[in-house]
C-alpha cells in the first residue's frame, strides 16, 4: 500500500482496531482467568506464567457439558426443522397459491414480529405446565416452534415473492400439483435463503436463555445458555471455575461461527435488515 | 355459415356457467391450500398468539398460578406505575436506550463513515470476525464476561490503575451510582459490531460518484456526511435503531446473570421485574400488567420509527 493512501486510510483502521479489540477483550481476560490456579484471585488480563489448561477438564466435568451439548443439540434439531419446514409451507401458500385469508394472517404474523418474549412467558408456564411438558425439553421445543413462525413466515414469504409467477403458472400447466410444486421447483430455488434461516434460528435457539430457564426446571435439560445460571449461583466465588465453564459453554456458538463465518454474516445482515 | 350456432343469450349463460364452476374449482383449490399454512397457524396460534390474548386476560386478575382468580379490574395497572420497583424498572429501560442505542450508531457511523470499506481479505475477515463475536456468543455469557470485567480486580479497574485513575477503580456493578450506566456499556459492547457491520455494508453500496460530486462542489466531509452518508444510510440506521431499542427496552439475559437488577433496584429492568414478579412472588396479574405495559411501550417506540425509516 503507497503511503498516501495509508495515511489516508490509517485512522479508519485505527477505529475498526480499536472496535475489533473491544470486541475481544472481555472474552481474552475470561481465558486468562480460566487458566489462572483454582482457588486463586486472579486479575483482569494477565498471561499466567503457568497456565492451567487443566482447568478446562474440571469445569467440563462439573458444568456437566457432556448433558448439555446433548440436551441442546436434541432442543435444535427439535426446533429447527420443524420451524423452518412449516413456516416454508405456510409462506409458499401465503405467497405462491395466494390462499383466501392469507393476507389477514401475514398481517397478524408480521404485527407479531417485534413483541418481546415478557408478554408470552407467563402463559406459556402455565400452558407447558397444563399439558404435563414441564421439566421436559418438548417444553421449550414446541413453544419455541410457535414463536419462532412471525419471523420464519416473513423470512420465506420474502423470498418466495422474489420468485416469478410464471414459474408456478409453468408447473400447473404441466399438471404438477402444489406439491410437487414446492418439491421440485419451488425448493431447489429456496435453498439459499433456508440455509440462512435456519442458521439465524440455530443460533437463537441454542443461546435462548429466558424461556429455558422458566419452562425447564432441570438445569441438566436446558440450552447451554440456560444452563449457565445454575452454573454460575453454584460456583459464584471460583472465578476460575467459572470462567472456564462460561467459556466451553459458548464455544460450540462461537466454534459453528468461525467455520461458517462467511454464510453467519451474510445471514445475521440480511436478518436485520429484513426484520 | 353460422346457422349451428346457438343464440348469443345461451352461449353466453353457458359460457358464464362454466367460467363460475372453473372459479368455484379454483376457489376450492386456493382454500386447499391452507393445509400448507395450518402447521404453522396451528403451531403459532397455541404457542404465540394464544399467550399474548393470555396475557393481558391475566392482567386484570388476582392470581397466584395455583389458588381461584380474582378480577381486580385495572389495580395491577395502576401498581406498575406507583409501585417504586416496576416504575423504575420502566424508566432504566428508556435510560439503557442511550448505551444499547445512541452509543453504538454514534460509533458506528464514525467507523463506518471514516473507514467506507474494509480492503483487504484477511482484514476484512478478521473485523467482521471480531465485531461479530457479541452477537454470536449467548447474551448470558456475555453477562459472565462482564461481571469479570468489572470485578473488583477486573480488566475495568485494572485499566484504570494502569492510567493512573486508580482512585476511580470500584466494584462498577455493585455500586449503587454506577451499576446502572456499567450494565449500560455491556449493551453497547453488544450492539456496536452489528451496527457498524450493517452500515459498513450500506455504505458500500452508496454510488462513490455521489461522494465525488459533493467533493467538487466544495462539500467538506462533513456537509458530504449529512449530504450523501446519511441518507444513503437511511435504511441500515432504521434497522441498527430498531433492533437495538428492543433489545434495550427487553433486555433480560444480561441483567438477569449480571445484577438480578441489584444493588437494591439500581439495574432493575422490566424483563427481570417480570420474571420476579411471576416466578418469585407468584404474582402472575402483576406480572403480566407489567409485561403488557412493556409491550405497549414497545409498540409505541417502534411503529413511528419505522416509518420514519421506511419514507422516501
Known sequence: MPTRTLRRRAPGLVLIAAAGLYSVVPLLSMISAALAPQGSFPSGLSWPSHPHWHNFVDAWNVANITTLLKSSTLIVFGVVPAAVLISTMAAYAIAVLDIPLGRVFYTVLVLTLTLPYEIVIVPLYEQVKEMGLLGSQWALVLPLIGLNMPFAVFWMRAHFVTVPRELSEAAGIDGAGPWRALWHIHLPLARPAIASLALLMFLSTWNQFLLALVLIDDPDKRTMAGALQAFTTKYSTDQVLLNAGALLIMAPTILVFLFLQRHFVKALLQGSVKG | ?312
Not at chain 2, 475477515?125 to 449467548?138: K, S, V
Request: aromatic share 12%; with cysteine.
Open chain 2, 1 to 312: 355459415m353460422r346457422l349451428t350456432t346457438p343464440p348469443a343469450t345461451v352461449q353466453e349463460e353457458g359460457a358464464t356457467a362454466a367460467r363460475s364452476r372453473t372459479r368455484r374449482r379454483l376457489r376450492a383449490r386456493r382454500w386447499a391450500g391452507w393445509l400448507f399454512a395450518l402447521p404453522a397457524l396451528a403451531f403459532y396460534g397455541v404457542f404465540n398468539f394464544r399467550p399474548v390474548l393470555m396475557s393481558i386476560q391475566y392482567s386484570f386478575y388476582d392470581w397466584d398460578g395455583v389458588g381461584a382468580a380474582t378480577w381486580v379490574g385495572l389495580k395491577n395497572y395502576t401498581e406498575v406505575f406507583t409501585d417504586h420497583e416496576q416504575l423504575t424498572s420502566l424508566l432504566h429501560a428508556f435510560y439503557l436506550i442511550v448505551f444499547f442505542t445512541v452509543l453504538p450508531l454514534t460509533l458506528a457511523l464514525i467507523t463506518a463513515s471514516v473507514l467506507r470499506e474494509i480492503q483487504g481479505r484477511f482484514t476484512g475477515a478478521l473485523a467482521r470476525t471480531l465485531l461479530f463475536l457479541p452477537q454470536i456468543i449467548p447474551g448470558a455469557a456475555a453477562g459472565v464476561a462482564w461481571t469479570w470485567m468489572y470485578s473488583d480486580n477486573g480488566v475495568v479497574n485494572q485499566f484504570l490503575h494502569a492510567i493512573g485513575l486508580g482512585s476511580l477503580a470500584r466494584p462498577w456493578l455493585a455500586d449503587f451510582t454506577w451499576s446502572l450506566t456499567a450494565v449500560g456499556f455491556i449493551g453497547t459492547w453488544l450492539s456496536t459490531g452489528l451496527c457498524t457491520m450493517l452500515l459498513l455494508a450500506g455504505i458500500g453500496k452508496i454510488d462513490g460518484s455521489l461522494y465525488e460530486a459533493a467533493r467538487i462542489d466544495g462539500a467538506g466531509p462533513i456537509r458530504q456526511f449529512r449530504a450523501v452518508t446519511l441518507p444513503g444510510l437511511r435504511n441500515e440506521i432504521g434497522v441498527c435503531v430498531t433492533i437495538t431499542i428492543i433489545a434495550a427496552l427487553a433486555s433480560f439475559d444480561v441483567v438477569y446473570l449480571a445484577t438480578q437488577g441489584g444493588p437494591g433496584t439500581q439495574t432493575m429492568v422490566p424483563g427481570v421485574a417480570v420474571y420476579n414478579l411471576a416466578f418469585n412472588d407468584n404474582r402472575l396479574g402483576a406480572a403480566s400488567a407489567l409485561a403488557v405495559v412493556l409491550t405497549l411501550i414497545v409498540i409505541a417506540v417502534i411503529a413511528p420509527l419505522q416509518r420514519l425509516f421506511r419514507e422516501k
